[in-house]
C-alpha cells in the first residue's frame, strides 16, 4: 500500500509537475500574443507598422523620390512599405482630409501655416541623425520658434528668359521692359514675386504702395499670369513669352531638352524655395514617419534629387558633379545669397498682400 501510495502519489506530483509546465509554456505563448496584439493597436510602435502614406507631389517628383526614398526604405526596413498619396493642402488637411496621411511634404510657408495651427508633429533632435549637418534654412519653425519640418531640397526663384529673343536680364525690372512687352509670365497670387518687386522698388512691410503701383504698370505687359508651376513650359514652347518668373529646376530642366530657355538670378537676388516634411500630429507611426524624413534627408537621396530634378540639397555634406554644383542651389554661399523669407512675419500679412495684388492686376 505505501508503495502503491507511493506510486500514485508520484503520479500524482508528475501530474502535477506536468501540468505546471503546460501552463507555463502556455502563458508564454499568451504573453506573446498579446504583446503582439498590443503593439499593433498601440498606434506608435513603428515596429509593427507595415504602412506608412506620405503625400507627394505628382509627375516627375513621385518618380524621383519612388526611385531614390521608397524603393531603399522600404528594403533597409523590412515589413515596411511606403505609400503615395496624392498633394494634400492645409484646407483640406483643416477639414479632416489627412485622417489617412503619416507625413505631408508642403512648401515652406504652408508647413509653417499647419504648425502655427496646431496640425504637426514637433521634430527634436535626437530623433534624427542628419539634423547636425543640414543647412539653417532646412528648419521650418513655428512662431514659438520649435521645429516642425524638415526642408528636403532647395530651389532658386528667379527669371527664366528665351536667349535667342531677350538679353539675359540682369535685373527683376527687366520684366518691366520695353522689350519684353506682351511677352512676360508671373505667377498669379505668388508671394516670390511680390518680394522680388518689393525689393527691385524699394518698398517694405510698412509700406507696399510701390509694389501695388508696379503691378498695375506691368500688368499690360503680361501675357499671362498663370497658376500652374508647369504653365511656362508650354508659353516658352509656343514663343508666347520671353521672359517669365519661374523655379531654377524647371527652367534647367527645359534647357537640357534642347529648349531655348535658360535662368538667371536678378541683381536683386532671388527667393529661397523650400520643400519640406512634416509629421501629422494624429499620425499613429510617428517614429516611422520621422525615421522616413530623416531619410529624405541623407546625401545619397538628395544627390539623387539633385541629378533628376535639379533639386538643392539641404544637407551640407553632399557631394554634386562640378556641372550640377553650377546650376542648383548648391553650398552655404548661393544658399545665404537668395531670401529666405520669414514667413511667421509674412503669413499675418498674406491676405491683405494678395487682395491688393488682385485688386492691382484686375485691369
Do not use: H
Not at 547636425?132 to 516642425?148: C, I, K, M, R, V
Not at 557631394?319 to 545665404?336: A, C, F, H, N, R
Amino acid at each position: 500500500m505505501k508503495k502503491s501510495n507511493s506510486n500514485y502519489s508520484f503520479k500524482k506530483k508528475g501530474v502535477s509537475l506536468l501540468s505546471l509546465l503546460l501552463a507555463s509554456v502556455l502563458t508564454v505563448l499568451a504573453g506573446c500574443s498579446s504583446s503582439g496584439e498590443q503593439t499593433q493597436g498601440g498606434g506608435d510602435n513603428q515596429t509593427e507598422s507595415s504602412e506608412i502614406v506620405v503625400t507627394s507631389f505628382g509627375g516627375k517628383y513621385d518618380e524621383v523620390f519612388t526611385l531614390y526614398v521608397k524603393e531603399p526604405f522600404e528594403k533597409a526596413n523590412p515589413g515596411v512599405t511606403v505609400k503615395l498619396a496624392p498633394y494634400t493642402g492645409i484646407a483640406k488637411l483643416a477639414q479632416g482630409g489627412g485622417s489617412s496621411i503619416d507625413v505631408v511634404s508642403l512648401d515652406d510657408f504652408d508647413l509653417i501655416d499647419a504648425a502655427n495651427k496646431g496640425m504637426l508633429e514637433p521634430l527634436k533632435k535626437e530623433e534624427f541623425s542628419t539634423w547636425d549637418n543640414l543647412y539653417p534654412q532646412a528648419f521650418l519653425n513655428s512662431q514659438d520658434g520649435e521645429t516642425y519640418g524638415l526642408v528636403n531640397v532647395f530651389g532658386a526663384w528667379g527669371i527664366a528668359y528665351n536667349p535667342e529673343v531677350v538679353d539675359k536680364p540682369e535685373s527683376w525690372n527687366d520684366l518691366w521692359s520695353p522689350e519684353a512687352k506682351g511677352k512676360v509670365a508671373l505667377m498669379s497670387q505668388w508671394i516670390p514675386d511680390i518680394l522680388l518687386t518689393a525689393k527691385a522698388t524699394g518698398a517694405s512691410y510698412e509700406n507696399m504702395e510701390p509694389v501695388w503701383e508696379a503691378f498695375k504698370e506691368v500688368t499690360p505687359s503680361v501675357a499671362q499670369y498663370y497658376s500652374s508651376f508647369s504653365a511656362p513650359e508650354s508659353l516658352f514652347g509656343t514663343g508666347e513669352v520671353a521672359m517669365a518668373a519661374w523655379f531654377d529646376g524647371r527652367a534647367y530642366a527645359l534647357k537640357n531638352a534642347a529648349k531655348p530657355v535658360d535662368f538667371t538670378i536678378p541683381k536683386e537676388g532671388g527667393v529661397l524655395i523650400r520643400s519640406g516634411m512634416g509629421v501629422l500630429k494624429d499620425s499613429e507611426n510617428k517614429e516611422l514617419a520621422k525615421k522616413l524624413i530623416d531619410f529624405c534627408m541623407t546625401p545619397e537621396v538628395q544627390a539623387g534629387f539633385a541629378k533628376e530634378l535639379y533639386y538643392g540639397p539641404t544637407n551640407t555634406t553632399v557631394e554634386l558633379d562640378q556641372s550640377l554644383q553650377e546650376i542648383v542651389v548648391y553650398g552655404k554661399e548661393k544658399v545665404e545669397a537668395l531670401i529666405t523669407p520669414d514667413w511667421n512675419e509674412i503669413l499675418p500679412k498674406r491676405e491683405e498682400w494678395l487682395t491688393k495684388w488682385t485688386e492691382a492686376t484686375t485691369q
